[in-house]
């Protein structure tokens, strides 16, 4: 079954950033997870819980899949500067496809 990470991401540092994500990718895709959003235009309708600002959306085939990539050492040698470079929220959701 499907997983999907959303991750909420409130940017600090803009080049930070930039070497964030340059590295994010390739380790997205080794991993066999697939951007789906990264960031596009927002329209938030309901805030009660949450205000989200920046959302990236990945598809993984599953949920160990997507754990599989967080936990690899890969990324987590990649937390550091992604936590320099934004605030974020991460999480994973079973889909159901």
Do not use: C, N
């Not at 994500?21 to 990264?38: H, I, M, Q, T």
Request: glycine share 6%.
């Amino acid at each position: 079954m499907a997983a999907y990470v959303v991750v909420d991401t409130q940017i600090k540092d803009e080049t930070e950033m930039e070497h964030y994500k340059l590295r994010a990718k390739p380790l997205v895709e080794k991993f066999g997870g697939k951007y789906l959003a990264r960031g596009g235009r927002l329209v938030v309708k309901e805030t009660k819980l949450w205000s989200p600002t920046r959302i990236v959306l990945l598809r993984f085939e599953s949920v160990k899949q997507a754990e599989d990539f967080y936990a690899s050492a890969e990324y987590q040698d990649l937390l550091p500067v992604s936590r320099k470079a934004a605030d974020r929220t991460f999480l994973i959701v079973e889909g159901i496809d």
